[in-house]
């Protein structure tokens, strides 16, 4: 990790680890496990009765980095299997899965992973099994309130997660449901505010996850005021904020130093936002990472989320990363970086523009990193200077406004695009088919001006 970062630590593989409520520990090391739950709890409802296959899972953060060792849940004695456990990001990316072995007749299961995966700290995952044969345990309301077991939280928002059928990564929910799916887990001991991802960082002098985010030396301390922000001029400053959705109603709200576990909307026409030096991890949702009108993004990296950020108008996103937005594999949604259907004044300076979710097999995918649409509104006095598009999965790397097939896309004005590098990706093309789908050179107050490819070459926007 970078210098602005509190390094993670590891953990080694636990081994001939026994259980004694909840908490494994090992002859070979003084490392121990946690899990939300002990062995003595128990489920209400032992057996659902439902009979179909289904993945089931939970939701949950950790203080501290780790290693997640494995999957716990409890088994009614018609649960009969196989089973499969597994872990996932907060995007639905799948980070490991154990088969299930020498399970008993009923009562808490557990499997380890073949390795243990190192996990940072305040960023959400989602823990799971699968049953072919149903009669899974499940509590209605579970989840009402928030499960807290330091270092381990299963947050109340949007938990108790399903899906029907053969597997796959879980995000129904119903009835704020607990179906005693639980977490093996090893803490370091070291607060890592950082997501974990194995993404490259850019070449050159350009924002990556080692100088955006949360500086060094910080410790974010949970947020426990209220979610709804209508108070003019209020500041958060080194908090992990766990909402499960952020509106702000006021003027001039400011998330400083801080991780944000949610999207952020702006709610109210005159709404404004600052994030600044901070995280924000959208997760799995079609909601911006930062959304509305009236934005600042500052020194942030913007993760999760449909698009990293989505502008109505009058917005500032300055020496950010945007990527890894969130591609519903059961939806054609299509993923941006930066995006406007419309609207003027947004100046995007000195960031890291990413969209990097591959084609799924429903047609969606990435549009671009960069994306200027006049769906709703004219696409008026826009400054893109500075930035690093990065080579992406999707069909080009930006579209600067014109775009003659949208309502208001013919007549782009005052788009100015300069001093860019863009990188040529393995095709040589940044995106599938070019750097940019058109510039409309003749608009008023439109240019084009000392973009190039990171080998310096001049980029040609037709």
């Not at 913007?302 to 594999?329: A, F, M, R």
Request: proline fraction near 5%; hydrophobic fraction near 35%.
């Amino acid at each position: 990790m970078g210098q602005r970062r509190i390094l993670m630590g590891t953990v080694a593989l636990v081994a001939f680890a026994v259980t004694v409520f909840g908490i494994m520990t090992s002859s070979h090391a003084e490392t121990t496990t946690v899990s939300l739950w002990t062995d003595a709890d128990t489920p209400a409802t032992v057996d659902a009765g439902d009979a179909q296959a289904v993945e089931l899972g939970m939701r949950f953060r950790a203080d501290s980095a780790g290693s997640v060792t494995g999957v716990r849940f409890y088994k009614a004695a018609a649960n009969t299997g196989p089973h499969t456990g597994s872990l996932w990001d907060g995007d639905g990316a799948l980070l490991a899965t154990v088969t299930f072995s020498g399970e008993t007749a009923s009562g808490w299961q557990t499997a380890t992973f073949a390795q243990p995966v190192t996990i940072a700290a305040n960023r959400f995952y989602v823990v799971s099994y699968h049953t072919a044969t149903g009669h899974y345990s499940g509590d209605n309301n579970g989840f009402a309130q928030a499960r807290d077991r330091a270092p381990l939280h299963a947050p109340a928002t949007a938990n108790g997660v399903y899906r029907y059928g053969s597997g796959g990564f879980p995000t129904s929910t119903w009835a704020a449901t607990n179906y005693w799916v639980d977490v093996t887990f090893s803490p370091s001991g070291a607060v890592d505010p950082s997501p974990s991802t194995s993404q490259p960082p850019p070449s050159g002098d350009f924002p990556n996850e080692s100088n955006t985010g949360v500086p060094a030396g910080v410790q974010p301390t949970p947020y426990t005021g209220s979610c709804d922000f209508r108070t003019d001029n209020q500041v958060i400053d080194g908090k992990v904020v766990d909402c499960g959705g952020i509106l702000v109603y006021a003027t001039n709200v400011t998330f400083r130093n801080s991780v944000v576990l949610s999207a952020i909307l702006t709610n109210a026409d005159d709404a404004s936002v600052t994030v600044e030096n901070s995280e924000v991890r959208a997760g799995a949702t079609s909601y911006a990472g930062v959304g509305g009108s009236h934005l600042t993004v500052l020194g942030s990296e913007i993760t999760g989320g449909q698009h990293s950020v989505h502008c109505g108008g009058n917005c500032l996103v300055q020496d950010s990363y945007l990527h890894g937005q969130y591609n519903d594999p059961n939806d054609a949604f299509h993923n941006n970086g930066f995006l406007s259907n419309g609207g003027a004044t947004m100046v995007v300076r000195h960031n890291t523009l990413w969209c990097s979710p591959v084609d799924n097999t429903m047609g969606g995918g990435c549009s671009t990193n960069l994306s200027l649409f006049g769906d709703f509104a004219p696409i008026t006095n826009v400054t893109v200077e500075g930035n690093y598009f990065h080579a992406t999965p999707g069909g080009y790397c930006g579209s600067f406004g014109y775009n003659p097939s949208k309502q208001f896309g013919s007549n782009p004005t005052g788009v100015v695009v300069r001093n860019n590098v863009f990188e040529r990706g393995t095709n040589n093309r940044c995106g599938a088919y070019g750097p940019a789908t058109s510039f409309l050179a003749t608009g008023a107050g439109n240019a084009w001006t000392g973009n190039t490819w990171a080998d310096g070459a001049t980029v040609d926007p037709d």
